[in-house]
């Protein structure tokens, strides 16, 4: 909280009232937390920006994460049509790409790492946690697996989540029946279990955001 609060006045308010009146074009900003990405319909303003960010931080004993820190070419008159080409934020791999029809949209997949960190936490929860009871551990893990897909169930990103939850049924399958002195599972009365506790498989939402980057 105290951070948001911080940055407000650090970042929030200097770009609103100090970066945009001196750009040639449109410039947006939008941060959550300490991640932040800015947004600039010309090369030129990008690059004053960048030039002037470090000078702003430093003035409240803060500085840029150079490893996260990138200036890219960002714009649906030319679409990458690859994550490769992406910007990374909130987990998310972001790229333009072009729907159905063939016109330009904004796609989010998650990120590659955020996807490799998930499954290595999800298995480490899953074997810390195998010894507990059914009642307990079962609720535990459907609260997981609705906040992934809460935040990552975006219409480009079913592969991705897909994943996630076979690879949690495949670890806790495989964890429940290495209990000692417990009644192990077989696949059917493996899914006949899931079924109760209503572990239902992840989801993608049909909600479709549109967003107007340069």
Known sequence: MLAN????????????????????????FIRYADDFVTAFQYRQDAQTFSRILGN????????????????KRFSRFHPSGHPDKSINFLGFECYWGKDHQGEPRLKRVTSRKKHKTMLNELYQWVE???SK?????????????????????????????????????????????????????????FKDMLGYFQIKPLRVSKRLITVDWY
């Not at 609060?5 to 947006?28: N, S």
């Not at 992934?148 to 480009?156: E, S």
């Not at 989540?161 to 290495?178: A, G, Q």
């Open 5 to 28: 609060i911080y940055l407000h006045y650090a970042l929030d308010r200097w770009f609103e009232k100090k970066v945009k009146p001196r750009m040639k074009g449109r410039a947006m």
């Open 56 to 71: 702003r931080l430093r003035k409240f004993n803060l500085e840029l994460a150079k490893d996260k820190t990138h200036l």
């Open 128 to 130: 810390q946690n195998r």
């Open 133 to 189: 009871r059914l009642n307990i551990i079962m609720p535990m893990l459907k609260r997981k697996l609705v906040g992934i897909q809460n935040h990552f169930g975006l219409p480009d990103n079913s592969k991705s989540i897909s994943r996630i939850y076979n690879f949690v049924l495949h670890t806790l399958y495989k964890w429940l029946n290495r209990r000692p002195q417990r009644q192990s599972f077989n696949w059917h009365g």
